[in-house]
């Protein structure tokens, strides 16, 4: 009994004809265009909006001719009961994919739509627009470095019946083709590229990922990066790798190049006054300050501003600030400085309103930063300074550092 050994069964060779059955057409097994390399054959031309299933047979096509005739007589008969079962309120968000007797019909809906009992299998399919992330992975670049990469993706159906015939899951099926591509696009990139070219990578990633996903009928609108931390630095070459500052509200929709140098001009924005306006001096307001002021603390930091606190300043500042200073043994102190009213205020402590923006670094940093040597824009793309605010008007604080250098 066990003596024999086991042997395959014969498999099907996809060069010999192949045989119709009883309710199949024999002329869809003759066409040479039946079979298209995809792996969903079965579907009719649902993308061309073509539901004739060209494999159905005459026989089976009575049947089921039959069987819907008798369940619309007996629909008909039932009606003021039947009519809470059959008839569906589909949005205009949404769309009805109804299988009849297990073959595919076109897709129903918005308003009223008829469904029928037993015979029909209905599945609803959202059409707006939505929205997952790839959570941030490890991708190992071309020059050798490490990067913590990850993706904002928004993606819409645009045909409910491929979306539901072509794919089991959907949503599973769509996060790991787009993190697959987003791990092989990178791959092929360096840190500088990824860093520098982050929108225009966004946009062939998403290339990528419609050529795979639309024969499900889905498209995908939007591809954003989320660039993480530096795990390691790239190999020594001719040009280190350039890191990007955080994304600045208003200019996400920029590439790199122009990014940067939106970056400088919105850095300069709080010195683009005319230049007649600069040429003014006002001697009995700046008189009093014979030399360039070189505090060595906070507190003689917030005498040189007193000093230079003027109408004129309030008039191009507008603004209140509040500083949270953190100090090098780990105390904190809270700082102000109001340029919105009057000849401006500033002290220990904090406002009494709320503040226009707020800005939190360390003792150091400030003291560098009024001093001139420290940059406030550099010091917000580096991490030293945390603003919450608009960071167009904490950019003004320039003002009054050019003040105090004066």
Same mark, same amino acid.
């Given at each position: 009994?066990?003596?024999?050994?086991?042997?395959?069964? %014969?498999?099907?060779?996809?060069?010999?004809?192949?045989?119709?059955?009883?309710?199949?057409?024999?002329?869809?097994?003759?066409?040479?265009?039946?079979?298209?390399?995809?792996?969903?054959?079965?579907?009719?031309?649902?993308?061309?909006?073509?539901?004739?299933?060209?494999?159905?047979?005459?026989?089976?096509?009575?049947?089921?001719?039959?069987?819907?005739?008798?369940?619309?007589?007996?629909?008909?008969?039932?009606?003021?009961?039947?009519?809470?079962?059959?008839?569906?309120?589909?949005?205009?968000?949404?769309?009805?994919?109804?299988?009849?007797?297990?073959?595919?019909? %076109?897709?129903?809906? %918005?308003?009223?739509?008829?469904?029928?009992?037993?015979?029909?299998?209905?599945?609803?399919?959202?059409?707006?627009?939505?929205?997952?992330?790839?959570?941030?992975?490890?991708?190992?670049?071309?020059?050798?470095?490490?990067?913590?990469?990850?993706?904002?993706?928004?993606?819409?159906?645009?045909?409910?019946?491929?979306?539901?015939?072509?794919?089991?899951?959907?949503?599973?099926?769509?996060?790991?083709?787009?993190?697959?591509?987003?791990?092989?696009?990178?791959?092929?990139?360096?840190?500088?590229?990824?860093?520098?070219?982050?929108?225009?990578?966004?946009?062939?990633?998403?290339?990528?990922?419609?050529?795979?996903?639309?024969?499900?009928?889905?498209?995908?609108?939007?591809?954003?990066?989320?660039?993480?931390?530096?795990?390691?630095?790239?190999?020594?070459?001719?040009?280190?790798?350039?890191?990007?500052?955080?994304?600045? %509200?208003?200019?996400?929709?920029?590439?790199?190049?122009?990014?940067?140098?939106?970056?400088?001009?919105?850095?300069?924005?709080?010195?683009?006054?005319?230049?007649?306006?600069?040429?003014?001096?006002?001697?009995?307001?700046?008189?009093?300050?014979?030399?360039?002021?070189?505090?060595?603390?906070?507190?003689?930091?917030?005498?040189?501003?007193?000093?230079?606190?003027?109408?004129?300043?309030?008039?191009?500042?507008?603004?209140?600030?509040?500083?949270?200073?953190?100090?090098?043994?780990?105390?904190?102190?809270?700082?102000?400085?109001?340029?919105?009213?009057?000849?401006?205020?500033?002290?220990?402590?904090?406002?009494?309103?709320?503040?226009?923006?707020?800005?939190?670094?360390?003792?150091?940093?400030?003291?560098?930063?009024?001093?001139?040597?420290?940059?406030?824009?550099?010091?917000?793309?580096?991490?030293?300074?945390?603003?919450?605010?608009?960071?167009?008007?904490?950019?003004?604080?320039?003002?009054?550092?050019?003040?105090?250098?004066?």
């Amino acid at each position: 009994m066990f003596s024999k050994s086991y042997q395959l069964l %014969p498999q099907r060779d996809s060069t010999a004809p192949r045989t119709p059955g009883l309710f199949v057409d024999s002329n869809s097994f003759t066409q040479r265009s039946y079979h298209k390399g995809l792996s969903f054959d079965y579907i009719p031309n649902v993308s061309e909006n073509d539901f004739t299933d060209t494999s159905q047979g005459w026989l089976s096509w009575i049947c089921n001719l039959v069987v819907v005739f008798l369940v619309y007589i007996c629909t008909f008969i039932t009606f003021p009961i039947s009519g809470w079962f059959v008839l569906k309120t589909v949005p205009n968000y949404q769309r009805i994919v109804v299988f009849r007797l297990g073959r595919i019909c %076109p897709p129903k809906g %918005p308003g009223i739509v008829l469904v029928l009992p037993l015979i029909d299998q209905w599945q609803k399919v959202d059409l707006r627009t939505r929205a997952f992330n790839i959570p941030p992975c490890q991708v190992t670049t071309q020059d050798g470095g490490m990067l913590s990469v990850g993706a904002d993706i928004q993606f819409r159906i645009w045909n409910p019946v491929m979306s539901v015939v072509s794919v089991q899951d959907l949503n599973a099926s769509t996060r790991m083709t787009a993190q697959n591509a987003l791990t092989h696009s990178l791959v092929k990139k360096t840190v500088r590229e990824i860093q520098t070219e982050k929108v225009k990578l966004g946009e062939y990633l998403r290339v990528d990922i419609n050529e795979m996903t639309q024969p499900w009928g889905l498209e995908v609108d939007r591809v954003e990066l989320t660039l993480g931390s530096l795990l390691k630095a790239p190999e020594e070459g001719p040009s280190g790798p350039l890191i990007m500052p955080p994304s600045v %509200p208003g200019l996400e929709g920029l590439t790199g190049p122009i990014q940067q140098l939106a970056m400088h001009f919105l850095s300069h924005s709080g010195s683009s006054q005319p230049q007649q306006e600069d040429s003014i001096t006002f001697t009995d307001e700046l008189s009093s300050v014979p030399q360039a002021i070189i505090p060595s603390s906070v507190e003689e930091l917030l005498t040189g501003v007193q000093l230079v606190l003027s109408e004129t300043l309030v008039c191009r500042v507008g603004a209140c600030f509040q500083f949270d200073i953190s100090s090098g043994d780990g105390q904190h102190h809270s700082y102000y400085v109001d340029l919105s009213q009057g000849s401006g205020a500033v002290g220990v402590g904090s406002l009494c309103r709320e503040p226009d923006v707020t800005l939190s670094m360390s003792d150091s940093d400030l003291l560098a930063m009024f001093q001139g040597g420290l940059r406030p824009f550099a010091a917000y793309t580096s991490g030293r300074l945390k603003i919450q605010g608009d960071i167009k008007t904490a950019m003004k604080l320039e003002e009054l550092i050019k003040l105090l250098k004066r």
